[in-house]
């Protein structure tokens, strides 16, 4: 068993190295090997603190998913109590830095093992019932006559195009970004109706 003092540490340094090599390579090249000598390890203590190579990918994914809940309380905590959509909107298409980038390409090689890997799949799904439980609360207060059904199908819309925007950010497609962003503002005026 692994030195409890330790664990959390290992834990740390071997999902800072995944990191790093999905940012070199790819997920799909980055084998346990390439994953030891980024965090400076043996391969078996990537075994002994997390597991095979899928296990250290799931952990990955626990902790991205962990990052986006807390990222979504930051947002909500500092959204205005009225007017709030286009600040929530500006939040979630923001063109930021190389530091975001960095976020969507670990986020988009975690997004694609989804498939092959249900706790993936599951932390996905997770993160948009967040998403959509957090941007529904927002629109029913910005919209109190609206139809609950209606502002969950917007939440919807609005996520897809994050997502989308996510991927078009990867590509420097910051047009299409303003597009997507208008795309949102639309559809949350149409609970207005």
């Known amino acids: 068993m692994a030195r409890p003092s330790m664990v959390e540490q290992r834990r740390t340094e071997i999902l800072d190295a995944l990191e790093e090599c999905i940012l070199k390579q790819g997920l799909q090249d980055t084998s346990l090997e390439n994953i030891a000598d980024t965090a400076g390890v043996k391969r078996t203590i990537l075994r002994h603190y997390i597991g095979n190579r899928d296990q250290i990918i799931t952990a990955l994914s626990e902790r991205w998913r962990n990052i986006y ?13 009225t007017d709030s959509i286009d600040t929530l909107l500006e ?8 530091e975001d980038n960095r976020d969507n390409i670990i986020s988009h090689e975690l997004f694609s093992e989804s498939k092959r890997l249900e706790p993936v799949k599951l932390d996905q799904e ?21 139809n609950s059904d ?33 795309s949102s503002k639309r559809l949350c005026d149409s609970l207005a109706v």
């Open 69 to 81: 809940s807390d990222q979504w309380l930051q947002a909500i905590s500092q959204l205005p109590e």
């Open 91 to 98: 939040m979630l298409f923001y063109i930021g830095s190389t």
């Open 126 to 146: 997770q993160n948009m019932a967040e998403f959509i439980k957090h941007c529904s609360q927002i629109l029913a207060s910005e919209y109190p006559h609206a």
């Open 150 to 182: 209606d502002i969950e199908l917007v939440c919807y819309g609005i996520y897809a195009n994050y997502l989308t925007s996510k991927s078009m950010l990867l590509l420097n497609l910051h047009d299409v970004t303003t597009k997507l962003i208008q």
